[in-house]
């Protein structure tokens, strides 16, 4: 049994076995907040499916003893303050919060409402948390680990593309969580000797511009910095890669399912995992002041063969043998 399924098990038992929880018939509340909504492909669709399915484990069933509150600003990042009033007039016991607007959103708008996040870039850097080890305030969660995963990125877009020595990063420069990823990924590639071409959006038509930019000086590949903004246009990127042949290495395996060439990131289903634990140790009384957040420690390598070929590029043995998935 992996140790995550193991300390889920755990805290269940303990959750389930307490005197309250005996004595009580309560239907607890958890509040989902997403930058975008929660269909099946997205990245909070599968993460909330995942983290449902493994408290369901733990005894918590949607329908029974739980309430799933699911609220999603579809790309419309000004509507999270009154999403995040509605999840406290709906008396969450905890909120679930994906991306980093949405977990400034929720820190902004209570102080007393457990919070655990994801993919919200360096929680201290962006003042989420005080700490890793000691958070401070209503706020743990799943930290990120960008700076430890880039030059691994790097390393895999080269090996796909032998010439690699200009890459090109795109990212949402409205989102500070992403920036820090971005900054991460660009000192890794100065480390590696890598040129990075900057390019930071803001919105839809900012792609375009950053299109024609490369078109007049072409990179030798693409890392993209994933979010609602760049998850919404990324049928964009997969066709500009494939008119101009353009490997590109994405962060989370939905790009990878979706046509993009490759993906390499932490493996979702440890991470709502570890997640679902730290939602039933909140649900059990614990304070997120006192819930060191964690580290990913499984991550999965995934290449979408068609696409590779179809950019005529062809991929080493030892790449889809270390691959976790291969897309055909």
């Known amino acids: 049994m992996k140790m995550h399924h193991l300390l889920l098990v755990i805290a269940a038992a303990l959750f389930l076995a307490s005197p309250s929880h005996a004595q009580i018939a309560k239907v607890y509340r958890i509040g989902f907040l997403s930058p975008g909504d929660f269909a099946p492909g997205t990245n909070s669709g599968r ?129 500070l969580g992403m920036t820090t990823r971005y900054e991460a990924s660009a000192a890794a590639a100065n480390k590696l000797g890598v040129t990075v071409m900057s390019f930071g959006v803001r919105e839809p038509d900012d792609f375009g511009g950053a299109f024609e930019a490369m078109e007049r000086d072409k990179p030798d590949g693409l890392l993209m910095v994933a979010d609602a903004l760049t998850f919404l246009n990324r049928k964009r990127v997969f066709d500009f890669a494939a008119e101009h042949r353009l490997p590109v290495i994405y962060e989370t395996s939905v790009f990878a399912h979706d046509g993009g060439l490759m993906s390499y990131g932490p493996d979702e289903n440890e991470a709502a995992g570890r997640g679902a634990n730290l939602v039933l140790r909140v649900l059990k009384g614990e304070k997120p002041a006192d819930l060191p957040l964690e580290q990913p420690t499984q991550f999965r390598l995934v290449i979408n063969l068609k696409t590779a070929k179809a950019l005529g590029l062809t991929v080493s043995p030892g790449l889809l043998v270390a691959a976790d998935e291969v897309i055909e």
């Open 47 to 175: 993460l909330t499916e995942e983290i449902s399915r493994q408290l369901a484990q733990s005894g918590l069933t949607a329908g029974a003893n739980l309430e799933l509150v699911k609220r999603g600003a579809e790309g419309h990042l000004e509507r999270l303050p009154a999403l995040v009033a509605e999840l406290v007039a709906a008396k969450v016991d905890v909120i679930v919060t994906f991306g980093y607007p949405v977990a400034e959103a929720a820190k902004e708008g209570t102080s007393t409402i457990p919070t655990v996040i994801f993919s919200a870039g360096d929680p201290v850097k962006t003042h989420l948390v005080a700490s890793l080890n000691r958070p401070g305030g209503n706020v743990t969660g799943i930290s990120d680990v960008a700076a430890e995963l880039a030059p691994k990125r790097l390393e895999l877009l080269k090996e796909a593309a032998p010439k690699l020595l200009r890459v090109a990063m795109l990212w949402n420069a409205n989102d």
